[in-house]
């Protein structure tokens, strides 16, 4: 997953740079590139800061017993928590949350372990890499809390 977010950050910098550019030389004596400055920018931007976003979230989850809670943060600043019990291990569920193509055709799947506490589905394990590992995983945490 660093490689991914180190890509976004990489990318989004060359597109604002060169939209930083483009708006330097339309600025100058160029006013047709008032047109592709802005794009370049705005594109650069929303995915250099796409990037730091992942960088900086982390996803932290405590069990007692059957008890869990849930802490989402952004760079140390928590956003959000989610607490609840499991008491069944019908109350998991393995999801795919992202996949990935590499050069050689390889395609890699990302997973994700929610609970389903009160209605609501709650992320309990993201970023797993691969579907045998994520099932690996679901059935470590099950017999983990004796479900």
């Not at 047709?32 to 931007?45: H, T, Y």
């Not at 992202?98 to 609501?120: N, R």
Request: hydrophobic fraction near 45%; charged fraction near 15%; charge should be positive.
């Amino acid at each position: 997953m660093a490689s991914m977010w180190l890509f976004l950050i990489g990318f989004g910098a060359i597109f604002t740079t060169a939209g930083c550019g483009l708006a330097y030389m339309a600025y100058t004596n160029a006013p047709m590139l008032w047109i592709m400055a802005p794009v370049f920018l705005l594109v650069g931007l929303v995915v250099m800061f796409n990037g730091i976003f992942i960088s900086g979230r982390k996803l932290e989850t405590k069990f007692n017993g059957r008890q869990f809670k849930v802490i989402r943060s952004l760079f140390g600043i928590q956003l959000y928590s989610r607490h609840g019990s499991i008491e069944y291990a019908n109350q998991f569920t393995l999801k795919s949350t992202m996949s990935s193509t590499e050069q050689g055709g390889l395609k890699t799947e990302y997973m994700a372990i929610y609970g389903k506490v009160i209605g609501k589905n709650v992320k309990l394990v993201e970023g797993i890499k691969g579907r045998k590992a994520g099932e690996a995983m679901l059935d470590r945490l099950k017999q983990e809390l004796t479900l």
